[in-house]
């Protein structure tokens, strides 16, 4: 992952020494964020019976952007925040579980930029929806299944680059402030936690 932002962060600088401006405002956008979840609490154990692989780290995002001003952009998006999967054998019992945590999302950023806008875009914006948690369990001996949906709000913080008339280029940094589960998922009830990720954006 270290690599991938060392890459990313070259590209970023080189396609904003050559970019040209381009006004926004009236435009739309779809977009794709990959990053890391930094309250993950990664782990994995291998005991005789037992073996665990859970939280990622990874955290995703599909969005949709409409620039209502050059400086004010509305997004809506559906995302992966954390995930974990768990195998275990007890006695003549084998179990298997499987969680993810899902934000669907709703807000604004706001663009730092001049009257005659450039190439290279900072921004801080706010969203807030639901966040999806679900978490599947099976055994020799039991079925289950449950989700539920809580509430949050992400505020956050970035800078774009625009690489031409269709494409943008950039990275974010956002926490979010979940309130609790009523259940577990994936064994906790809380995913509060900062993130960042790359943004990669076309515009229509």
Known sequence: MKKLYLIMIIVLMLGSANAQSIALEGRSAIGLSIGTFLNS??????????????ATGFTGNLFYSN?????????LSLGFLNGSAEVKVDGWNTGQSASSVAPLLMGINYYFIDEEPGKV????????G????????????????????????????GIDFV??????????????L????????GGRKNYSGGEIAF?????F
Do not use: C
């Not at 620039?67 to 997004?75: G, I, K, M, Q, S």
């Not at 943004?199 to 515009?203: A, C, G």
């Open 41 to 54: 609490e990664k782990s994995s154990a291998t005991a005789a019976y037992n073996v665990t692989a859970s």
């Open 67 to 75: 620039w209502l001003e050059e400086n004010l952009a509305l997004r």
């Open 121 to 128: 875009r900072p921004f801080a914006g706010i969203t807030a």
């Open 130 to 157: 639901v966040y999806i948690g679900s978490e599947a369990k099976n055994s020799i001996l039991q079925v289950s299944a449950k989700s539920e949906s809580v509430f949050g709000i992400k505020p956050l913080a």
């Open 163 to 176: 690489l031409g008339r269709h494409f943008i280029m950039g990275a974010e940094a956002g926490y979010n």
């Open 178 to 185: 979940i309130t609790d589960f009523k259940d577990t998922i």
């Open 199 to 203: 943004r990669f954006i076309y515009l």
